[in-house]
């Protein structure tokens, strides 16, 4: 995917590729996009691509699903932060 090369050529000599850099990067990223820039990227993904966005979405969706139902179980505050 063409964004995903850009970003990566730019910070690759800037950032170790932590996690913490990554959420850093694709947040400061994706406030520059409205619904249709978002919409405009996911139509150029190839089949590929898209399936492996929704695979992806899906497993962090239901893994943060999971972290709050067991963190309700064990604690009644709970965190989840979606990946919107």
Do not use: N, W
């Not at 947040?27 to 929704?54: C, N, P, R, S, T």
């Not at 943060?64 to 965190?79: I, T």
Request: glycine residues 4%; aromatic residues 14%; proline residues 1%.
């Amino acid at each position: 995917m063409k964004l995903i090369d850009e970003l990566f050529e730019l910070y690759r000599d800037k950032l170790t590729g932590e996690e913490e850099d990554l959420d850093m990067i694709t947040f400061a990223v994706l406030e520059g996009y409205d619904h249709e820039d978002l919409l405009e990227i996911v139509k150029e993904m190839d089949e590929y691509e898209l399936q492996y966005f929704i695979r992806l979405y899906l497993l962090e969706t239901l893994k943060g699903k999971f972290a709050q139902l067991e963190g309700k179980k064990e604690d009644s505050s709970s965190y989840y932060r979606p990946l919107h």
